[in-house]
């Protein structure tokens, strides 16, 4: 038996093993476009933030799995207390999540009293409790809007994104220095030789890019934006994407005819524009989760409560 016959063997085995065990733990699998192409074809719901926030909140499964990184466990977990929610590797983390400590955050609101904290979705529990309101990259303009002209604002954890509201929605706002490992370290002269080598490519990029590579953005969006703009737009058949390569699989399943092309990082000998923690998520983790019910995000009812509120506000926004 040759080893690709071994190896495609054991792929079905655990497949096997992972589905018998969904359908015996009453799960869903939940996985974000940033998984491994193996991940994202074995879950129930895949999608960005937002839309993982809104499938949480909305299934009757007695067991959430999530297949992303911690903080989005934690928001499954806010959202449904009665419900055993498990990740495949708990210390699947997230740079900007780690960026803002709940209790220096905190610090930082009561310095500025009167004014609406906005945190991006991606950040701790603790950090949501301390929040007036949450967003995500496919609603972020919305929820800025909704907040009253007069009213100063602090935005957290994600500078980038908050430089980018900035300017599409002309508010001020006091920014929060963190930033995301992945979209942070694209070249810019990279992406400049990309666009040489095909002049007729789009680029598209997520909003937590650096400023001098958004500036060359023909979309900038959420990933489910990108995907949408990548797969629908009739302008192009040749996308550069500013955003974790993990999107190009929807990408690639939704218009195969079309080329999309990752944007590198600037150090060659790494895959630095590869998320290192979405990463750690591995289908025989999947399996060992749902087997063993763990490891399980557990969380203090009051921090809970207060984390669930300006959730709701941004749940209300639509």
Not at 5 to 22: K, P, S, Y
Not at 85 to 91: F, L, N, T
Not at 242 to 261: D, N, V, W
């Amino acid at each position: 038996m040759s080893n690709a016959t071994v190896a495609t063997q054991g792929f079905t085995d655990i497949m096997d093993e992972i589905e018998a065990l969904r359908r015996d733990r009453k799960a869903v699998i939940l996985a974000h476009y940033y998984q491994d192409p193996d991940v994202q074809d074995l879950a129930d719901y895949i999608g960005d933030s937002l839309q993982l926030a809104r499938a949480a909140r909305d299934t009757d499964a007695e067991v959430i799995l999530f297949c992303g990184v911690h903080f989005m466990a934690e928001t499954a977990k806010i959202l449904n207390p009665g419900r055993i929610v498990i990740v495949p590797d708990m210390a699947a983390g997230c740079s900007l999540a780690d960026a803002a400590p709940a209790a220096r955050v905190a610090a930082w609101k009561a310095k500025h009293p009167g004014a609406a904290l906005v945190s991006y979705i991606n950040c701790s529990a603790g950090v949501k409790a301390a929040s007036d309101i949450i967003c995500t990259s496919s609603n972020a303009v919305r929820v800025i809007e909704s907040i009253p002209a007069d009213q100063p604002i602090l935005f957290c954890p994600d500078k980038n994104l908050g430089r980018y509201l900035m300017k599409q929605t002309g508010r001020d706002m006091e920014l929060w220095p963190g930033s995301c490992i992945v979209h942070e370290t694209f070249s810019e002269q990279k992406l400049v030789q990309l666009k040489v080598r095909y002049p007729a490519a789009k680029v598209i990029c997520h909003p937590e890019c650096e400023p001098n590579i958004l500036q060359h953005a023909d979309h900038i969006g959420s990933t489910s934006s990108l995907l949408s703009y990548a797969t629908t737009t009739p302008d192009a058949d040749t996308f550069i994407v500013g955003t974790e390569p993990g999107i190009l699989h929807q990408m690639q399943l939704a218009a195969p005819s079309r080329t999309f092309l990752p944007l590198p990082g600037m150090d060659e000998t790494c895959a630095c524009n590869e998320c290192p923690h979405m990463r750690r998520n591995t289908l025989e983790k999947i399996r060992d989760a749902l087997r063993d019910l763990s490891p399980r995000i557990e969380m203090d009812e009051g921090l809970r409560l207060s984390a669930l509120a300006p959730m709701e506000r941004m749940m209300a926004l639509g």
